[in-house]
Every structure is written in C-alpha cells, then in structure tokens.
C-alpha cells in the first residue's frame, strides 16, 4: 500500500475511534470537527478541513476507506504522494464548498419565507434543536444544525480520476455482478448523484459534496494535462 493512502486510511480510522470514545465520555468531537454552515453558531473554519477525517458511522467509513484503498492507491502509483495528497485534499475541500454553496441558497430560500421577527424565534428554536415541521423552520434548523461528515468528497474526486485516467478499465459491479467500464461508471454516478441531489433536498446524504469533488478533480486533472506532458 503507497504511503498517502495508507495514512489517511489510518488517520481516518483514529479519528473515527477517538470519536467514539470521546462520545463515551461526554465530548462530541461532531460539533467541533464536522462542517457546519457559516451562519451556524457552531461554524469554526478548521471545520472545511477536519471534517473529511469524521465519519457518521462503521459502514460509512468502510465504504469510504475501501474506495480510497481500491481506487487511491492505483493513482497514487502515477502521480506521486505529493500529487495524489494535493488532489485528495483539494478535492475534499472542493466538495466542502459546493456543499455550503448549495446550503446557502437553501438558507436563503428558507429566509425568503420568513419575517425578521419570525427569524430572530425561529434562530432561538434552531438553537435548541427545535423547529416547526414542514415550515422554513425546519429546513433553517437542518441548515443551521447538521454537521457534514466524510471523506467522500475526496474520494468521489478519487474515483473521477481513476476514470479519467483509466477510462476502458473494466469494473465489477456488485448489484448486479455485471462488468463496465469506468469511464461509463463514473459518468452513471455523476448524473445519480446530481438526481438525488436535486430531487432529495435536505437528504441525509450530501449529494453535492460529492459531486463538489467530482468537480474540482475534473479541473485539476485538466489543469495538470494542460500545464505538463506527463503525470509524476
């Protein structure tokens, strides 16, 4: 395993145990780690960063880590650790601000509906965890106090790359067990992703993260072909 891959796999897995045990304990490394909108009370800037080392859960961070293992590690035999660290990072990042880009015009929206008196009770409500259902107060509230967690961002740059890269490798899906190539692939998750995201607002799944990585890979890799003759 090339050295970037297998430390972030690792620092991915001791933040995520770390978590677990500081929430034994009472601390919720969360609501200080995870990414929270600007406008949120909670919103630290570190958050854009550390938020691609937490993970909501066992299968959420495996899935992610074994994508990152499968996928990473062939790109980071081409590129270098440098390189490939640069694209993870800056991919992660890209997702992050896709992801707040998207929220602020929900935000927006959600203000749109609403009084100035109405949004000084409704952000004391949001403070507490409360809120109106099927109101802005809800969506205000959603916003204002869901961290965003993950390093798929990151790997959905990954996995753009390895497409990008390697457009004619053929992958095993496994539902169905069928073969496809990943150009085709990548492509089929892309416009997936840009469905959910659109019709699944407010989803628990940052589809526009992911998407935001995809992005900002895409442009990179770009960047790069266009600026030198060869990956190194």
Known sequence: MPPVVKNLILANVLFFVVTMVMQQTGTDLYKILG???????????????????????????????????????????????????????????????????VNY???QSALAKISPDQLVYLKELAAQGKYIPNTASEKLTM?????????????????????????????????PPIPIKAKYFVIGYGVLELVLGISQPGSNVAHFAHLGGMLFGYFMIKYWNKNSKRFY
């Open 35 to 101: 990414l929270y909108f600007p406008a949120s009370d909670n919103f630290r800037l570190h958050q854009m960063f550390t938020h691609m080392f937490m993970h909501g859960s066992l299968g959420h961070i495996f899935f992610n880590m074994f994508a990152l293992f499968m996928f990473g590690r062939v790109l980071e035999s081409v590129w270098g650790p440098r390189r490939f660290l640069i694209f993870y990072l800056v991919t992660g990042l890209g997702a992050a601000v896709l992801h707040t880009l």
């Open 105 to 107: 015009f929900e935000y």
């Open 143 to 175: 916003i204002l106090n869901t961290p965003t967690v993950g390093a798929s961002g990151a790997v959905f740059g990954i996995l753009l790359g390895f497409g990008m890269l390697f457009p004619n490798t053929e992958l095993m899906l496994l539902f």
